[in-house]
């Protein structure tokens, strides 16, 4: 089943801006993972945080993790054309590999 | 990186027809290789793990009788989807968990998309 949320469902924006994108999950959880899929590829893994995590940076992502809430948030900074992509969180509550993907973030960046 | 294959790429079959995709990893042994289908515009399933010379773990509601997995090398696990149907068109999707297990990197093959006619 489902394990996470994610909103917005899609989201478009211009070249230059910042895209911001959360995941909500329902049980506790081991560490999140953040995936990017071009339209009928495979996934392209962004960035690793764990649950005794709050912030990780990676280059122009930052990804913030909340367990008490539950819920993760990637940002995009100063966002191309090319990250125009569909965006998934994952996690792995049941055992390492096993993960359970959010619905995902459809996002569109226009020059 | 590691690199994941997986073959073919793209398959179209007729209704009643069995096929296999492989997920090779390429440069790197995996005991652990896991299943997912994805839907146009979902997200995607787990269908089951993919251990190397034991019986594969399915998830519920996925039949094993109908998506059939082998995984007889630590470098390839096969999805064999028998008798297929209209409503097995998907993308298939495979990862791989990197020998000594634990916490190991896993690496997403390219997918492989099912259209039955």
């Known amino acids: 089943s489902q394990q996470g949320e994610e909103d917005p469902q899609a989201l478009s924006i211009q070249e230059g801006e910042n895209a911001t994108m959360n995941c909500s999950y329902k049980?506790?959880?081991?560490?999140l993972q953040w995936y990017r899929q071009n339209s009928g590829r495979g996934l392209v893994h962004l960035i690793l945080?764990?649950?005794?995590?709050r912030e990780k940076h990676s280059g122009r992502l930052r990804v913030t993790l909340d367990t008490s809430k539950k819920s993760s948030s990637l940002l995009i900074t100063a966002s191309r054309a090319a990250d125009t992509a569909s965006y998934f969180c994952?996690?792995?509550?049941?055992?390492?590999?096993?993960?359970?993907f959010g619905a995902g973030t459809q996002v569109v960046v226009t020059p | 990186g590691a690199v994941v294959s997986q073959h073919p790429s793209w398959v179209i079959c007729k209704s009643g027809t069995s096929v296999k995709i492989e997920c090779r990893s390429l440069?790197?042994?995996?005991?652990?290789m896991f299943w997912y289908r994805q839907f146009p515009k979902q997200s995607l399933m787990l269908m089951a793990t993919?251990?190397?010379?034991?019986?594969?773990?399915?998830e519920q509601g996925v039949e094993k009788d109908k998506f059939l997995i082998n995984h007889a090398s630590l470098t390839l696990s096969t999805l064999t989807v028998t008798s297929a149907h209209p409503e097995d068109s998907s993308f298939y999707i495979c990862?791989?968990?990197?020998?000594?297990?634990?916490?190991?990197?896993?690496?997403f093959g390219e997918g492989s998309r099912l259209t039955v006619l």
């Open positions: 990862s791989a968990q990197a020998r000594g297990g634990g916490t190991g990197e896993l690496f």
């Open positions: 945080i764990r649950s005794n995590e």
């Open positions: 993919s251990n190397e010379g034991s019986k594969a773990t399915y």
């Open positions: 994952a996690t792995d509550a049941f055992s390492w590999g096993k993960l359970q």
């Open positions: 440069d790197f042994q995996a005991t652990t």
């Open positions: 049980t506790s959880i081991n560490n």
